[in-house]
């Protein structure tokens, strides 16, 4: 069994920063991609970021580029999203994921694992 754990969300202003954390356990974490989804009130998960099992690939959804950084550090099992110059449409409850294999892309399905999430809320 694997288990995802989030930390690092909170309230912040527009244009502000925040670092989200996920931490994961019960597999070897530098064999699989990891990704970041968001679910904002009352919509669908959608995808934002995701990394190759090494670090040296990334993805970003378009509504992110530019602004959000997803990196890894195998040795300590962690992923992470730096989001600067964040908006209020940001707001959401955001989510990592453990992929099936060293790559997966955009979509919720090519993930196996899921965290619990953690709220970030962006105030105008």
């Known amino acids: 069994q694997v288990q995802l754990v989030e930390s690092g969300g909170g309230l912040v202003q527009a244009g502000g920063s925040l670092r989200l954390s996920c931490t994961a356990s019960?597999?070897?974490?530098?064999?699989?991609?990891m990704g970041w989804f968001r679910q904002a009130p009352g919509k669908e998960s959608k995808f934002v970021a995701t990394?190759?099992?090494?670090?040296?690939?990334?993805y970003y959804a378009d509504s992110v580029k530019g602004r959000f950084t997803i990196s890894r550090d195998n040795a300590k099992n962690t992923v992470y999203l730096q989001m600067n110059s964040l908006k209020p449409e940001d707001t959401a409850v955001y989510y990592c994921?453990?992929?099936?294999?060293?790559?997966?892309?955009?979509?919720?399905?090519?993930?196996?694992?899921w965290g619990q999430g953690t709220q970030v809320t962006v105030s105008s």
């Open positions: 990394i190759n099992w090494s670090g040296g690939t990334s």
């Open positions: 019960g597999r070897t974490f530098s064999n699989y991609a």
């Open positions: 994921a453990a992929g099936y294999s060293g790559w997966s892309r955009a979509q919720l399905s090519e993930y196996a694992y």
